[in-house]
Nanobody
């Protein structure tokens, strides 16, 4: 069974940096794409950044130039480097994987989330 486990959240002051990591394991045939989403209190979950298996990336306008997503295909991990953090970046961050569990079976999998709080 596929599992995604996030780490690296915490409390940081405005202007600071954090690095989130996500490791995928269990029953993985191959990884098609991975992404980070976030959900702030009272708001819908939104896509923050994504990366495909060929390394193509995309970012939400609100984080463009501040966040960087990267992946290690061999280790099946995806990281999110977050710089110049703002209070509005405060949210629970979720790792998402679009993963093949066989040659023909692909599905979306989610981690449990990690809290990021940006506050002075």
């Amino acid at each position: 069974q596929v599992q995604l486990v996030e780490s690296g959240g915490g409390l940081v002051q405005p202007g600071g940096s954090l690095r989130l990591s996500c490791a995928a394991s269990g029953g993985i045939f191959s990884v098609y794409a991975m992404a980070w989403y976030r959900q702030a209190p009272g708001k819908q979950r939104e896509l923050v950044a994504s990366i495909t298996r060929d390394g193509s990336t995309s970012y939400a306008d609100s984080v463009q130039g501040r966040f960087t997503i990267s992946r290690d295909g061999a280790k099946k991990t995806v990281d999110l480097q977050m710089n110049s953090l703002k209070p509005e970046d405060t949210a629970v961050y979720y790792c998402n994987g679009n993963i093949y569990t066989s040659v023909i079976r692909r599905g979306d999998y989610w981690g449990r989330g990690t809290q990021v709080t940006v506050s002075s």
